[in-house]
């Protein structure tokens, strides 16, 4: 695979990963509210996402080391998209709580091995030296570009379709059901695993930027 294909993969695959989230941004506190759930209930809902990414992040920090990034990817992407189906149909607190838990599991498994993938397959293409810069900038852009689109449909789509609110407010979550459905397609299809190093230096490497990007504050 070349550099400029590796490029064009990881910024599609990121792209579709950071769709989903901003679709549903904007309707999700009004969907539940207009299922029924109050402020309290709202809260905990959004709690639980919160928790479970906290909880899930460095436990899975070394995983896509073990398994491939790949792998890690895809099922992240399959959590999300499991987990926006279970919101957009969700009429109870708990629902809702589960489409939480599935969310942050989703989140926790995609916090880093698009990213990864991509150094793998740059080196791969051109050697240890490769200048990683320009291929992660462009992939920041496109994850940047997808989160502010998202909300914006979001937010909109809600406002000019006819019908009942809550069917209005639940088309977003669709749509980004159907989005992350397509990135698990595309991880699947785009995303072959690159040759890298079978050392067992996976996890320190992990940890070292883990440590890293809570030193960094151009990570924060």
């Known amino acids: 695979m070349s550099a400029a294909s590796a490029r064009r993969r990881y910024a599609l695959v990121q792209f579709l990963m950071w769709l989903p989230p ?18 309290g209930q709202i ?7 919160s928790v479970t990414i906290v909880v899930l992040e460095l436990p899975t920090g070394g995983l896509a080391d073990v398994v491939g ?34 969310k942050g599991v989703a989140r926790a498994l995609s ?7 991509y150094v793998d397959a740059l080196h791969a293409a051109e050697g240890p030296d490769a200048d990683l810069k320009p291929g992660l900038a462009v992939g920041s852009a ?3 570009t997808a ?9 909109l789509v809600p406002l000019v379709l006819p019908g009942d609110e809550v069917l209005r407010l639940s088309v977003p979550v669709w749509c980004g059901a159907v989005a992350a ?34 030193s960094s504050r151009t990570s924060r």
């Open 22 to 39: 901003g679709l549903m941004m904007a309707p999700m506190v009004l969907l539940m509210s207009a299922r029924g759930l109050d402020l």
């Open 43 to 49: 809260g905990l809902v959004g709690a639980a996402y």
């Open 69 to 102: 990034r790949r792998t890690v990817l895809a099922v992240g992407t399959g959590f999300s998209a499991v987990g926006l189906v279970v919101m957009a149909l969700a009429d109870s607190v708990w629902l809702f709580f589960v489409a939480s838990l599935f």
């Open 111 to 117: 916090s880093g091995p698009a990213q990864a993938w």
């Open 142 to 144: 496109a994850s940047s």
């Open 147 to 155: 989160l502010l689109g998202g909300v914006l449909a979001g937010g």
């Open 181 to 214: 459905a397509a990135a698990l397609v595309a991880v699947v299809v785009a995303m072959p695993e690159p040759r890298r190093s079978t050392s067992r230096g996976g996890p320190a490497r992990s940890r070292a930027a883990a440590r890293l990007g809570r």
